[in-house]
């Protein structure tokens, strides 16, 4: 079947900007996270959502970053007044449910170049 | 301290060789441990869960020193197609992954 797809797969935003960064999880994937990538780096925690409930935010790195799942399928990241700092890979992941030991699936990224 | 700490190599090894890699974490609460594997701008895939016991599976084999709190990753017989970043993740068991900033793996002919 069909894996986690992400939409644009390449954004270049002007500093100051708004962008917003979307995720199609598997079908009937519970869980839902999103990460940051930067270059170098492993995915850093963003937020994680189970159904439309956004149970975890505690790695959006300031009040710019907002996400959401108003159905419980789809999210969208949004970044607002992009800044250069915020350069990176945005990834998405889903797992069935969500336990701690279960496998989540990945989407291609989103590159997010400011400048 | 970062929460979960990797050698980021790159651990350069001639076909066939066996490598391995080690990985720690600070949290003792952590319950559940993973290595995941990412190509070169690519998405990560998991590789293999890590059990108490240990496990292997073909080639790889994952262990789990709590009492360190360590991880580490073998691999045998080492093909061109290993080369890739060796991401380790940890979980608490809440929602919360923690991934290590990855071990770079090249495999030559």
């Known amino acids: ?115 | 301290r970062k929460e979960v700490e990797q050698d980021p190599g790159p651990f350069n090894v001639p076909e066939g060789a066996t490598v391995a890699f080690n990985c720690t974490y600070s949290n003792s609460a952590s319950q559940s441990f993973f290595w995941y594997r990412q190509d070169c701008r690519k998405e990560p895939k998991l590789l293999m869960s890590v059990y108490s016991s240990g496990n292997e599976d073909g080639r790889f084999t994952a262990q789990l020193n709590r009492a360190s709190q360590y991880i580490s990753l073998l691999i045998r017989d080492s093909k061109l197609s290993d080369s890739a970043t060796y991401l380790c993740v940890v979980s608490t068991g809440g929602f919360k992954t923690i991934f290590g900033a990855g071990t770079r793996l090249f495999v030559k002919a």
């Open chain 1, 1 to 115: 079947g069909a894996g986690v797809s992400q939409s644009p797969r390449y954004k270049v935003a002007k500093r100051g900007q708004d962008v917003a960064l979307r995720c199609d999880p598997i079908s009937g994937h519970v869980s839902l996270f999103w990460y940051q990538q930067a270059l170098g780096q492993g995915p850093e925690f963003l937020t994680y959502f189970q159904n439309e409930a956004q149970l975890d935010k505690s790695g959006l790195p300031s009040d710019r970053f907002f996400a959401e799942r108003p159905e419980g399928s789809v999210s969208t990241l949004k970044i607002q007044r992009t800044q250069q700092e915020d350069s990176a890979v945005y990834l998405c992941a889903s797992s069935h449910f969500g336990a701690p030991q279960e496998t989540q699936y990945f989407g291609p990224g989103t590159r997010l170049l400011v400048l």
